[in-house]
């Protein structure tokens, strides 16, 4: 995804993320057509990005959430504003390769057999 520390050069960001330190967040990588979720561990107020500590492998990396697809979730875990029903997080294993897989009932309509 994005990533580095590099400085901005130029202006101050236009949006601060300080109070968002802590926060769960799902950052969307296109090439895997999912969110991975972690914790804002820091945030740097000069380039104003943030420090994400990811849940499923420990990797951390620099973001500008406002340039992130960003998924805000409560510190349960839930999404904010949707019920946590609406989704699930399966651990898959297929030849010796782990991963999740998310299977979201929002993007399926419900059979009415």
Excluded: M
């Excluded at 960003?70 to 782990?98: F, I, Q, Y």
């Amino acid at each position: 995804q994005s990533g580095d520390e590099a400085t901005q050069t130029g202006s101050q960001p236009s949006q601060s993320y300080e109070d968002c330190v802590g926060e769960r967040v799902g950052i969307w990588w296109d090439g895997d057509l999912c969110y991975y979720y972690g914790r804002i561990n820091e945030y740097n107020a000069s380039n104003g990005k943030c420090l994400v500590l990811y849940e499923d492998d420990g990797l951390e990396d620099w973001y500008d959430l406002s340039k992130e697809q960003v998924e805000w979730t409560d510190r349960t875990g839930s999404k904010k504003g949707k019920p946590k029903s609406e989704s699930a997080v399966v651990g898959v294993s297929c030849n010796g390769l782990k991963g999740y897989f998310v299977a979201d009932a929002s993007l399926h309509p419900t059979s009415t057999r």
